[in-house]
C-alpha cells in the first residue's frame, strides 16, 4: 500500500468536487468561479507590453529572480500599496505565486500539527485547506453583517486549552459571506487581539472592486491601522484587478516574518514567475492599473446590480441575501430544512452550476447557504441563470 504522508492522507475528493464534475457541458451557466470575466482582460496593453520588452527585459523575464520578487516590481508595487494608505516603509513586501502561496507560507510559517488557528465561518476554502494541510485545528467564529461576532472570538480565544497561533480573516466583499466588515468591528479586533501575541492575516483581494465610493472610508484595512502590539500580515493579489494566470500575489509583513518566510518560500518555488512580475510591473508604471481597475469595477458592479434585481424578483419569499456592494459573490441563505445539495442536484439538471455552503463551512457539516457568483457572466446570462436557481429552490422546497 503506498504510505502517504499524515497531513495529506485523509484528503478526499469532495462529494461537490464529483457533481461539479458532471457539470462540465459547454452551454452549462456557471456562477461557480470566483475568477474574473474572460471578457474583460486587458489583452491589448499585455500584447503592447510583451511586444515591446527589450532583449534585457526578455531575458529578465525568462530567468529566475529573487525569492523576494523582481526589484522593479517591488518598487512600484511599494509605490502602488503607499497611495492606498497601507504602511510599507515599516514592513517588507514579498511577491508570491498568488496570495494563495502568501497565506500558505504564513502558515508553514506559524503552525505545528494540533494547532490551532481562529478562523471565520463561512471562510475562503483555499485558506481553510491550506491551514488543514499543516494540520491546524479550525476555531470558528462566525460571521455577522458587520464582521466576526466579537463576544464569540473573546469566548474562543478564552476558552482555549492552547492559544490560537493566528487569525485569519478577509475585510472586504468576503468570499463566499459579500459582506464588508465594519470599523467598529475592527476596532473591537484589535482590542481583543492586542499583546495576546496572536498575530492577523488580513487577506484582502477585493476591496479595489467597490461599486460606491461612499464605502471607502469604512474599507480601512487593519494593517493600514498599523496597530501597536499585534503582528498583522498582509496578504494581497493580481488576481482579481488583473489576472489570476500571472499568478502574483504578495505579503507585507513586519520584518522578522519576512525573514523566515523568504527561508520558506526559497524552499517552496525559488522565486514567481519573472515574466508575470515583468508584466504587472510595466502594467503598473506605465499607468495601466488604476485605469483597468475603474473600468472593470463598472462591469461588476452592472453584474452585481443584475444579480440583485434578478433574485429580488425570482427568489422565493424564504429565501435572505446581503445586497453586495462590491468583490464578485452573492451569498443565499436558505429556507429552514432546504439542503444545497440538493439544489445543486437540480439546478445542474436545468443546466446552472453554484457552489454550495457546506464547501465554505470550516466544519464541512452547515449547508443551508449557497454562493452564486457574478464576475464571470455577463448580464444577460445572470437574467437567464438565476431564475432557474430560483426554481430549483422551490422545487426542492415543494413551494408553488
Ligand atoms: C479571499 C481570497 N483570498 C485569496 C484568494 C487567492 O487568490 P490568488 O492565489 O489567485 O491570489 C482568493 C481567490 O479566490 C480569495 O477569494
Redesign the pocket.
Known amino acids: 500500500m503506498t504510505r502517504f504522508s499524515s497531513s495529506v492522507a485523509e484528503l478526499r475528493s469532495s462529494e461537490i468536487r464529483d457533481l461539479m464534475s458532471l457539470a462540465t457541458s459547454p452551454d452549462m451557466i456557471s456562477f461557480a468561479g470566483?475568477m474574473p470575466g474572460n471578457e474583460l482582460f486587458p489583452l491589448n496593453k499585455i500584447d503592447k507590453i510583451l511586444n515591446s520588452l527589450c532583449e534585457k527585459e526578455k531575458q529578465v523575464a525568462l530567468q529566475y529572480g529573487p525569492t523576494t520578487g523582481l526589484p522593479t516590481l517591488l518598487e512600484s508595487l511599494s509605490e502602488w500599496l503607499e497611495k492606498k494608505g497601507l504602511p510599507v516603509k515599516s514592513n517588507k513586501l514579498i511577491i508570491t505565486t498568488?496570495?494563495?502561496?502568501a497565506?500558505n507560507i504564513l502558515a508553514k510559517a506559524f503552525l505545528d500539527p494540533g494547532d490551532s488557528v481562529l478562523v471565520e465561518t463561512p471562510s475562503?476554502i483555499?485558506?481553510l485547506s491550506a491551514f488543514r494541510s499543516y494540520q491546524a485545528n479550525l476555531v470558528t467564529v462566525p460571521l455577522n453583517g458587520d464582521g466576526m461576532d466579537i463576544k464569540l472570538l473573546k469566548d474562543r480565544i478564552n476558552s482555549s486549552s492552547v492559544k490560537p497561533k493566528f487569525l485569519y480573516y478577509?475585510p472586504n466583499f468576503h468570499?463566499p459571506a459579500g459582506i464588508v466588515y465594519s470599523e467598529e468591528v475592527k476596532k473591537e479586533m484589535i482590542d481583543v487581539l492586542r499583546n495576546q501575541e496572536i498575530p492577523i492575516i488580513e487577506?484582502d483581494?477585493?476591496s479595489d472592486l467597490y461599486f460606491f465610493e461612499e464605502d471607502r472610508p469604512k474599507m480601512k484595512l487593519i494593517k493600514s491601522m498599523d496597530p501597536e502590539g499585534i503582528d498583522v500580515c498582509f496578504?494581497g493579489?493580481?488576481?482579481?484587478i488583473l489576472g489570476?494566470g500571472l499568478?502574483l500575489?504578495w505579503m507585507l509583513v513586519p520584518d522578522n516574518i519576512y525573514q523566515k518566510c523568504e527561508l520558506i518560500k526559497q524552499s517552496i518555488d525559488a522565486c514567481s514567475p519573472s515574466i508575470s512580475q515583468v508584466v504587472a510591473d510595466k502594467f503598473i508604471r506605465e499607468g495601466h492599473i488604476d485605469a483597468y481597475i475603474s473600468e472593470v469595477r463598472e462591469e461588476y458592479k452592472k453584474r452585481g446590480l443584475a444579480m440583485i434585481d434578478t433574485l429580488e424578483k425570482c427568489l422565493p419569499e424564504s429565501v435572505s441575501f446581503e445586497k453586495p456592494r462590491g468583490g464578485f459573490y452573492t451569498w443565499l441563505q436558505l429556507p429552514e430544512g432546504c439542503d444545497a445539495t440538493d439544489v445543486l442536484k437540480k439546478s445542474i439538471e436545468k443546466g446552472v452550476v453554484f457552489v454550495t455552503g457546506k464547501t465554505f463551512d470550516p466544519d464541512g457539516i452547515k449547508n443551508d447557504h449557497i454562493r452564486v457568483s457574478f464576475c464571470n457572466t455577463d448580464v444577460e446570462t445572470i437574467k437567464k441563470g438565476v431564475p432557474v436557481i430560483a426554481e430549483a429552490i422551490r422545487v426542492i422546497m415543494n413551494l408553488a
Open positions: 470566483g498568488g496570495s494563495l502561496q497565506i475562503f483555499g485558506a478577509s468570499n487577506d483581494v477585493y496578504t493579489s493580481f488576481s482579481k489570476p499568478r500575489g
